[in-house]
C-alpha cells in the first residue's frame, strides 16, 4: 500500500509540473472561481457581507418575448425573473459600472436613470445583451445569504463572476502600523529586534507595490485558518487548480489520502473537529497554527509574522493513531510525499506558485522517496525551497528532511542581539545552514510569541520556531523580488546571515571548532538570519561563512570545544550517535 502511494504521488508530480494557469480574459472560469467567496469566522459570518458583481445583461422582458417558449416553460421563466427582482430588492444595489466583455474600450458607460431589472435589460448602443455586464456593489445581510444567493443567481444565468469588495491600505500603511506598534516593544518581542526585523519592514515599505505575494506550504499538524489573525494570510483555493485533493478550500490533509487522490480539505488542527476550537494546552495541536503566525500573522498586538504580506498554503501532514488509552500525533513519509505532490499541482504562468515550504519536523531515517521529491520541487522553474527543523535532541547526528542537502536546515538560539547563545536542546552539526530565535524571553514564558487555534496566543520553545522566521524571511526576499530562484534565495540568506555574534569569543565556543585541514567550522550555521541585510546585501559588512555538510569530523582533525583533549572529543563525537529517536516535533 505504501509503495503504491508511493508512486501515485510521483506520477501526480509529473503531471501536476505540466499544468499552467492561463490568465487570458476569455478562459477567466479555468482561472479564477466564477464566485470568490470571502473567508470568515463564526463572528464575522453574522455581519453584513459586501460582494463585487457582474450582472448578465438580460434580453426583454416582455409577454411577447416568452411567446416563443413553451406554455410551461414560459411561466418557470416568468416566475424565474419575478424571483430575481425580489431579490435585487432585498440586497439593494449600488451601479459601479458596465463591462463590455467583447470590447472592454466601450466599458464604463454612464449609470443609467433605473436600476434594478430594467437596467440589465439595457445595452449601449453597439453592443450587444451577451456582452454586457453591469458591475455593482451588493450587501448582504450574512454570510449565509452571500452564499445562498450568489450560488442561485450563478445557477439561474444572472451572473458572470461575484467576488468579495476587499478593503486595501494605501502602501506604506501596514508597515507602519508593524513599526508603531514595535518599536517599543524589544522586550516582549526580543527576537525582532535581533533579526532586523523593522528595518526590513521599512525597506519594504519603500517598495511602490507587492505586486506577487509569495504562498508559502505549511506542513505541519493543520492550522486553524479562522483565527483573526492568521485568516487574512490564508490561500484560498477557489480556482479549482489542484484537482487531486477533495474540497481542498484552504488546503489539503493528505494523511487521508486514496488511491483516486491525495487527500481531502479537513486541515484544522490534528485533535480538534472543526476550525476556531482550542487545543487546550495540547502543544501538537498547536503546532501548525503557531508555526503558520510566525511566518504571517497579521494585526496581532503583541506579535507579528515575518512577511505579513505572504500567504499560507495548509498541507496537513499529521495523524492521529490511537494505541490504548494513548494517543500519538504521526507523520508517515507517505503523508509528505503526498503533501510534495499536492504543492507540485499549483502554477502560475508555467512557474510554481508555492515557493517555499515550512517543514518543523523531522525523524533520524533519511527517506529517499523524500528527497527526490524534495529536490524535483526545487529544480523545476524558479523552484520551491523548503526550509526545516534541525531538531531538539541536542546532538549532532542529521535529521531530516533539514538533512537533506537541498533543504535550509535552521538551528535555534536565544532571542538576543549581543548573545545568541545556542538553545539547551537545538541540534547542531556541520550540516545545520543558519540559526534563528527560538527560546529565549517571551511574555508568558520562553520562546516565541504566536498564534494558537481558538483565537489565542503562546509562547513556545523549539527549531520548530526558528525555522519559519527563516521561512518567513524567505518570504519576504520574493516579496521583493519574485523572479529569485530557490537557490538564490539560500544564497542570499546564507550569505548575509551574521556570523560574528553567533561566533564571538564569550558565545558558542564550542560549535565553531577550529579543525585541522578544515579551519574554523561552523556547527551552528553561517550565522544568524538577518532579515535587513537579506533584503539590501550592500548593507553587510561581515564575510559570509560558507557552511560544510559533513556527516562527521575526520579523526585526528580537531576538536570540539576550547582546551578538549582529542579522546575527549571523540566521546563527545560518539555518545550523540548511541540515541536513536522516531520522528519528533521540532
Known amino acids: 500500500m505504501r509503495k503504491l502511494i508511493v508512486w501515485i504521488g510521483l506520477a501526480c508530480l509529473v503531471w501536476g509540473c505540466g499544468r499552467q494557469e492561463d490568465s487570458q480574459l476569455d478562459q477567466a472560469a479555468t482561472q479564477e472561481p466564477l464566485l470568490r467567496f470571502a473567508t470568515v469566522d463564526g463572528e464575522t459570518s453574522q455581519k453584513p457581507q459586501s460582494y463585487l458583481v457582474a450582472f448578465r445583461r438580460l434580453l426583454d422582458n416582455t409577454q411577447d418575448h416568452y411567446t416563443a417558449f413553451p406554455a410551461r416553460l414560459r411561466t418557470h421563466m416568468q416566475a424565474m425573473m419575478r424571483s430575481f427582482s425580489r431579490d435585487l430588492g432585498t440586497v439593494q444595489p449600488r451601479y459601479l459600472g458596465s463591462l463590455n466583455l467583447s470590447d472592454l474600450s466601450q466599458s464604463f458607460t454612464p449609470p443609467p436613470a433605473t436600476l434594478g431589472p430594467a437596467l440589465l435589460r439595457q445595452s449601449p448602443q453597439g453592443s450587444t445583451a451577451e456582452s454586457m455586464a453591469s458591475l455593482m456593489e451588493v450587501t448582504f445581510a450574512s454570510d449565509e445569504e452571500a452564499r445562498a444567493t450568489l450560488k442561485k443567481w450563478l445557477d439561474e444565468g444572472r451572473i458572470y463572476y461575484a467576488e468579495p469588495n476587499d478593503r486595501s491600505e ?299 522566521i527563516v521561512s518567513g524571511i524567505a518570504g519576504l526576499l520574493l516579496s521583493k523580488d519574485p523572479t529569485l530562484t530557490a537557490d538564490q534565495v539560500e544564497r542570499r540568506l546564507l550569505d548575509t546571515a551574521e556570523p560574528d555574534k553567533l561566533y564571538s569569543d564569550s558565545v558558542n565556543n564550542g560549535y565553531r571548532p577550529n579543525i585541522k585541514g578544515m579551519g574554523l567550522v561552523p556547527m551552528l550555521g553561517s550565522g544568524v538570519v538577518n532579515a535587513n541585510l537579506a533584503l539590501d546585501p550592500t548593507l553587510d559588512q561581515s564575510p559570509p561563512v560558507t557552511t560544510q555538510r559533513n556527516d562527521l569530523v575526520r579523526a585526528g582533525c580537531g576538536v570540539v570545544g576550547a582546551g578538549a583533549s582529542s579522546a575527549w572529543s571523540w566521546f563527545w563525537l560518539a555518545l550523540p550517535l548511541l540515541f536513536v529517536s522516531r520522528r519528533r516535533w521540532r
Not at 483516486?260 to 502543544?283: I, R, W
Not at 528527497?371 to 531530516?400: C, H, P
Open 170 to 468: 494605501m502602501k506604506g500603511a501596514l508597515e507602519d502600523s508593524i513599526i508603531d506598534r514595535f518599536k517599543d516593544k524589544q522586550q516582549m518581542t526580543p527576537w525582532l529586534e535581533q533579526i532586523a526585523f523593522l528595518p526590513a519592514i521599512q525597506q519594504m515599505g519603500q517598495l511602490s507595490s507587492i505586486e506577487d505575494p509569495p504562498v508559502i506550504a505549511v506542513m505541519d499538524s493543520g492550522v486553524d485558518v479562522f483565527h483573526p489573525n492568521v485568516r487574512p494570510a490564508i490561500y484560498v483555493n477557489e480556482t479549482g487548480q489542484n484537482k487531486l485533493c477533495k474540497d481542498d478550500i484552504y488546503g489539503c490533509n493528505t494523511t487521508v489520502a486514496k488511491k483516486e487522490n491525495l487527500g481531502d480539505g479537513n486541515v484544522y488542527p490534528a485533535g480538534t473537529s472543526d476550525f476556531n476550537q482550542s487545543c487546550g494546552q495540547e502543544g501538537q495541536c498547536q503546532h501548525g497554527t503557531h508555526v503558520a503566525g510566525i511566518i504571517a500573522a497579521r494585526d496581532a498586538d503583541d506579535y507579528v509574522g515575518m512577511c505579513p504580506y505572504c500567504q499560507i498554503l495548509v498541507v496537513k501532514v499529521v495523524d492521529l493513531e490511537q494505541n490504548g488509552t494513548d494517543t500519538a500525533f504521526v507523520i508517515k513519509d507517505a503523508s509528505i510525499i503526498a503533501g510534495l505532490a499536492y504543492v507540485s499541482g499549483f502554477k502560475k504562468k508555467g512557474e510554481p506558485l508555492v515557493r517555499v515550504i515550512n517543514a518543523s519536523f523531522g525523524k533520524f531515517e533519511r527517506s529517499r522517496s523524500v528527497e527526490l521529491f524534495i529536490k524535483s520541487l526545487k529544480s523545476f522553474g524558479r523552484g520551491t525551497l523548503m526550509v526545516a527543523a534541525a531538531g531538539n535532541e541536542d546532538t549532532m547526528r542529521r535529521q531530516y528532511p533539514a538533512g537533506f542537502d537541498s533543504v535550509i536546515a535552521v538551528s535555534n538560539v536565544y532571542s538576543s542581539v549581543t548573545a545568541p547563545k545556542k538553545s539547551e536542546s537545538s541540534n547542531y552539526g556541520t550540516w545545520v545552514d543558519i540559526a534563528a530565535p527560538g527560546d529565549g524571553q517571551c511574555p508568558d514564558g520562553p520562546g516565541i510569541l504566536s498564534s494558537v487555534p481558538g483565537g489565542y496566543a503562546s509562547c513556545k520553545v523549539g527549531t520548530s520556531m526558528s525555522a519559519p
